[in-house]
C-alpha cells in the first residue's frame, strides 16, 4: 500500500483537484484547461491523507537530518562563541565556516531523500559524504592536523553522487 501511494505522488502531478482537497464525491472542482479547453471536473474519488505518507525505511533519513541539523547548529554556535574568537589563522576559520555551511545545506538535502525514486541510496550517499567531507574539515579546523584531510575529496564526491543519485 505504501509503495502505491508512493508510486501515485511520482506518477501524478498534483492538480488542483488535491490542493483544494474536496470534501466528498460529487464536489465540483476549480476550471482547468485541458487540450485548450476549459473544463470544470467533478471529483471521482477523494484521496486519504495518508496517500502522501513516506515509507518508513526512508523516514530514517528525516530523523538523521534532525540529528545532523541539531549537531550543525550546535557547531556553529560553538563556532561564533568559541572557535572565531580564539587566535587561529584565518585559514582555519574559512574551513569551519566551509564545513558548517556544507553540514546545514546536506541536512536540508537529506529532507527530501524520501521523495526520491531510490531513497537508500540518495540517502546514504548524502549522509556518508557529510560525515566523510564535514567531519574532516571539522576535525583540520579544531586539531590544526593535516593528517584526515587527504580525505576530504571522498567526501566531496560522495556528496556529487549523491545529489546525481536523487534523479535517478
Not at 501511494?5 to 464525491?25: A, F, I, Y
Not at 460529487?26 to 467533478?42: M, Q
Not at 491523507?49 to 534532525?66: E, H, Q
Request: glycine share 8%; proline share 5%.
Amino acid at each position: 500500500m505504501v509503495g502505491e501511494s508512493v508510486s501515485w505522488l511520482w506518477k501524478n502531478s498534483v492538480t488542483r483537484e488535491v490542493v483544494c482537497l474536496p470534501k466528498k464525491v460529487g464536489d465540483l472542482v476549480w476550471p482547468r484547461k485541458v487540450e485548450g479547453k476549459e473544463v470544470v471536473s467533478k471529483v471521482v474519488e477523494v484521496i486519504p491523507v495518508d496517500m502522501l505518507t513516506i515509507p518508513s525505511y526512508a523516514r530514517w533519513f528525516v530523523r538523521i537530518a534532525g540529528i545532523s541539523g541539531a549537531s550543525a547548529v550546535a557547531l556553529g554556535a560553538y563556532g561564533a562563541h568559541v572557535f572565531y574568537r580564539r587566535e587561529y589563522p584565518e585559514e582555519l576559520k574559512l574551513v569551519y565556516e566551509t564545513a558548517n555551511r556544507y553540514h546545514f545545506l546536506h541536512t536540508l538535502a537529506l529532507l527530501g531523500v524520501p521523495l526520491c525514486k531510490r531513497p537508500k541510496l540518495a540517502g546514504s550517499l548524502l549522509v556518508a559524504g557529510t560525515a566523510i567531507f564535514c567531519g574532516t574539515c571539522y576535525y583540520y579546523a579544531l586539531t590544526g592536523s593535516r593528517n584526515v584531510r587527504q580525505y576530504t575529496p571522498y567526501g566531496g564526491m560522495l556528496l556529487i553522487i549523491g545529489w546525481l543519485s536523487m534523479i535517478l
